[in-house]
């Protein structure tokens, strides 16, 4: 037999599954020839089939040892790298190959996929238009080029790509099932189903456009014709999980958990390492009471990724609830930590909750400890929210808590004046006449509170009568010492005239005043209506969400150029000019005007509110503002009920005989705010040429922090007319001067970052101390969006020359000094980056993000001022319950910085 004829019977084993056999073979063939290149080629293609990747590296080697022009020998080493996760090497590799035959289009698809591996979106598709200028049938060099595409958010691009794609390669079933699901990501629904259809047309026993067709009929509200797709899809591809995922997610979202446990157990058996997998199933068996599953669920969630949840209890775990005092955030924190820790205890089997039947699980294989630590946690974050005024979140954890521990009547209370904040009176009384059943049961959780809510209820609707009697009810608990009957998380306020909204100009022109009253500001391009950078979204959601709207914020960060880097390094630039946004500013003075502003009560219960009112109850929506505070360009920028109608003022207001200027802002508290939302408030009152020693009060939130202080002090604002609404939130002027907001909240305009260079640089510039180049900025001691291994990540920054700064620790003026002297700055995103204003044009900075909250804010004071910013896209915690209870919202989420993304990024920005 032939040397060629064993290669071609070792080939024939290899693709039967012989490995052993074909092994023999080429281990025959080298005995007769030790110099066979094709035979070690082979040879390490059958030892890659065995499992063992460094002899089958060492086979292709020595091929290319006897061929060293031939680019089949560095293919062969690229492929083995590549499956082995060694990007760098097979790209190595790939590159070689490609130097000895440039016009092999697969190899520059091939080196575009790991360059995709890599992160480097930019750097694959290039590779995947040469490819296909090489060969334009590569079907899957049009579907990765999409694909990537629409991982930078560039949808429209990706289509005409898939659509290029789906002209030269009209039997490519993964650029047509592609395609649809692209169509359903613009919400073009009907279009995305009749490409599945086409798809499934060209290979009806392919389970995934099955499963795609489901989605897409779900979102229809097509739940039957769905339901017939998913299981199509079941029935043809069983070991598909992502098919029993989603039917298990559509059971879900009708309520249906137990069905949707059962698809999430099928999906889970497939892949037992998926974190979503776990999440969804523990969410729903939370729903229908298996609260031993659940458990279960998110023991193994925290088994296959321990580090965010051993981060969170190292840094709450020794404190208790005595430590906290009154703090409810920090309560449920605590309690939180507590939970996790008991749980990670435990060894528990997912699966046995009542077999699957429909009776609830009540069975405890999990201790009492754990339920009531987690019922402590939904508690807690209840009360936070509760008291921060985010009443329907506020709702749902105390459901959450009265499905772990139903008898607790303390929740019942809070949850029935939650539900009466939002105007749900049905319900509140719903809730009530539960809590009376429950305390009747038993009366050591007997409440006089409940009767006076029923009491106040009835009244409400009408019935005099009974509400008299549960009135009577409240007295005899009094007489008997039992008169802890309080409203608990702040008293019903009551407004006799609700305020009307009306625009500051019209109010004035109403009133026949002066134009002196209204003095408009013209600072650059920045005024005026409509702005082609900021285009009314197509997808407007019913309620918009503010800072926090996902339309609006894929419209903002539509606005910049985004460059992926890799290992989530990635740079988002824009002209300075595209971040100028159109804002109408102005200077009013109303008459007897009166201001209301919610006062900080504690560090994370800042100002959310504030209300400018007219003598004669109008409220000036745009001299008021509160969270969700809108983002440019928003088209429903004033919220449905104004806070001052839900929370009102529970005090007459201060008078004041006097011209007062309001310059408080929403959260002004926090020192980015402060400097980007409250100081160029300032800046209006001189543009319009107000006569400081005139004003007779400057009303801020506080002048409590250094920075407070020494900011006003320098903008000639004496400690003695300053008045802070912390301690005065309402007050009525005999002159109420109110400039209009600077920009919408968090935009620093190019105007407002002038201003506060002009003020504060100057002196920054004589300080004569020695201050490194190389700095980061730690958030080691913030309350929260704490990078979780800052020892790791200063290991590797500080042999590079970084020194880590506690800003807290320094002056305002130093802070000043610092940045306007650094060179690279990196750091967590958080206040101290507002410091990135005082920089010098070309300074770089690295913002390290969580992969839940990606905001804009110094992305436009870099682009601004023209500074290289970059973002690394820390890894994530996916598992949503749990989140949920480590984090009250994604704003607060700690952050975990991968080292393979600091050595990319050092190596890109040219670090040494």
């Not at 020494?710 to 005999?734: M, Q, V, W």
Request: neutral net charge; proline residues 6%.
């Amino acid at each position: 037999m032939s040397i060629e004829q064993m290669q071609s019977s070792a080939h024939n084993e290899l693709t039967r599954g012989n490995f052993d056999r074909a092994f023999a073979i080429c281990r025959q063939i080298l005995n007769r020839d030790p110099n066979s290149v094709l035979t070690y080629q082979l040879l390490g293609t059958v030892q890659e089939a065995l499992g063992q990747p460094i002899a089958a590296m060492a086979s292709y080697t020595r091929a290319l040892e006897l061929a060293p022009d031939r680019a089949e020998g560095y293919v062969y080493l690229a492929q083995l790298y590549r499956d082995l996760g060694w990007w760098d090497e097979a790209v190595s590799f790939y590159e070689q190959a490609i130097a000895r035959a440039p016009n092999w289009g697969e190899l520059h698809y091939y080196l575009g996929m790991v360059r995709h591996w890599q992160g480097q979106i930019d750097a694959a598709i290039d590779r995947y238009r040469r490819a296909l200028a090489l060969n334009p049938k590569l079907s899957g060099a049009y579907l990765d080029w999409a694909l990537r595409l629409n991982e930078r958010g560039q949808i429209e691009k990706a289509i005409q790509v898939l659509e290029r794609g789906r002209i030269r390669c009209p039997d490519a079933k993964e650029i047509l099932n592609t395609l649809g699901y692209l169509r359903l990501q613009q919400d073009r629904v009907e279009e995305a189903i009749a490409v599945f259809e086409q798809a499934i047309a060209l290979d009806p026993e392919d389970g995934l456009v099955y499963n795609n067709l489901g989605w897409a009929l779900t979102t229809l509200g097509k739940t039957a014709e769905a339901i017939a797709a998913y299981r199509r899809a079941v029935a043809l591809e069983p070991d598909l999980a992502v098919v029993h995922s989603n039917l298990g997610k559509l059971w879900q979202r009708q309520n249906r958990h137990r069905k949707a446990i059962a698809r999430f157990r099928e999906a889970i058996a497939i892949e037992p390492d998926n974190i979503m997998f776990y999440s969804d199933c523990g969410s729903s068996c939370l729903a229908v009471g298996w609260l031993d599953e659940a458990m279960a669920c998110f023991r193994k969630v925290i088994a296959i990724k321990p580090k965010f949840v051993r981060a969170f209890c190292q840094r709450f775990g020794s404190l208790t609830p005595a430590d906290a005092g009154s703090d409810e955030l920090l309560l449920a924190q605590i309690a939180c930590a507590h939970f996790l820790e008991t749980l990670q205890q435990l060894d528990l089997a997912i699966g046995n909750s009542e077999n699957g039947g429909g009776s609830e699980d009540t069975s405890r294989d999990v201790p009492d400890a754990v339920y009531e630590y987690l019922e402590a946690t939904y508690h807690h974050l209840g009360n936070a929210l509760h008291q921060y005024g985010e009443f329907d979140a506020a709702t749902r954890y105390y459901q959450r808590a009265l499905r772990v521990r139903p008898l607790r009547m303390e929740t019942y209370l809070e949850l029935a004046t939650c539900l009466v904040k939002q105007g749900r009176e049905r319900a509140a009384l719903a809730v009530c006449h539960m809590a009376r059943t429950i305390g009747a049961l038993s009366p050591i959780a007997f409440s006089p509170r409940v009767y006076w809510l029923l009491g106040n209820l009835l009244e409400r609707q009408g019935n005099s009568e009974l509400a008299i009697d549960y009135y009577s009810k409240v007295l005899q608990a009094e007489e008997m010492g039992n008169g802890e009957w309080g409203m608990g998380n702040g008293e019903w306020g009551i407004v006799d005239s609700p305020p009307t909204r009306q625009n500051t100009r019209d109010w004035l022109e109403a009133n026949n005043l002066s134009d002196r009253h209204y003095i408009p500001i013209r600072l650059g391009k920045e005024t005026g209506e409509g702005s082609e950078n900021f285009p009314t979204p197509r997808d407007i959601p019913p309620r918009c969400g503010g800072l926090d709207c996902p339309p609006c914020l894929r419209r903002i960060f539509g606005g910049f150029r985004v460059t992926h880097l890799g290992y989530g390094l990635q740079r988002r630039t824009a002209s300075p000019g595209e971040v100028r946004v159109p804002f109408e500013t102005f200077v009013a003075a109303i008459p007897g005007g009166r201001a209301w502003i919610v006062p900080q009560e504690n560090y994370w219960k800042v100002c959310r509110a504030i209300a400018t009112l007219t003598p004669d109850n109008r409220l000036l929506t745009d001299l008021s503002r509160e969270y969700p505070a809108p983002l440019p360009g928003c088209p429903k920028p004033e919220p449905e009920q104004p806070w001052i109608l839900r929370a009102p003022p529970r005090s007459p207001p201060r008078e004041i005989d006097g011209t007062v200027a309001v310059l408080s802002g929403i959260s002004g508290h926090i020192y980015f705010h402060w400097m980007v939302d409250v100081l160029p408030r300032i800046e209006l009152l001189r543009q319009a040429g107000v006569d400081f020693d005139r004003v007779d009060g400057f009303v801020v939130n506080s002048r409590q922090l250094p920075f407070q202080r020494e900011t006003l002090n320098r903008l000639g604002i004496p400690e003695s007319k300053i008045i802070e609404s912390d301690r005065i939130p309402y007050l009525r002027a005999r002159q109420l001067l109110v400039p209009s907001f600077a920009s919408p909240t968090g935009w620093l305009q190019p105007w407002g970052l002038e201003f506060l260079r002009r003020t504060f640089l100057p002196r920054a510039q004589g300080d004569a101390g020695n201050y490194p180049d190389r700095i980061y900025v730690s958030r080691a001691t913030a309350r929260h969006r704490r990078v979780l291994n800052e020892e790791e990540v200063m290991a590797v920054l500080e042999p590079l020359g970084f020194v880590r700064i506690l800003l807290e620790q320094l002056s305002f003026s130093q802070q000043v000094a610092l940045f306007s002297r650094a060179k690279i700055i990196v750091g967590p995103h958080g206040s101290g980056l507002t410091n990135l204003a005082f920089c010098r044009p070309g300074t770089k900075a690295v913002e390290f993000i969580s992969p839940h909250y990606d905001r804009h804010y110094y992305w436009v004071i870099s682009q601004a001022l023209g500074l290289e910013h970059y973002a690394i896209t820390g890894d994530g915690f996916s598992c949503y319950p749990l989140r949920s209870l480590m984090y009250q919202n994604s704003l607060t989420e700690d952050i975990w910085v991968s080292r393979a993304s600091l050595d990319h990024m050092i190596g890109q920005l040219g670090i040494s």
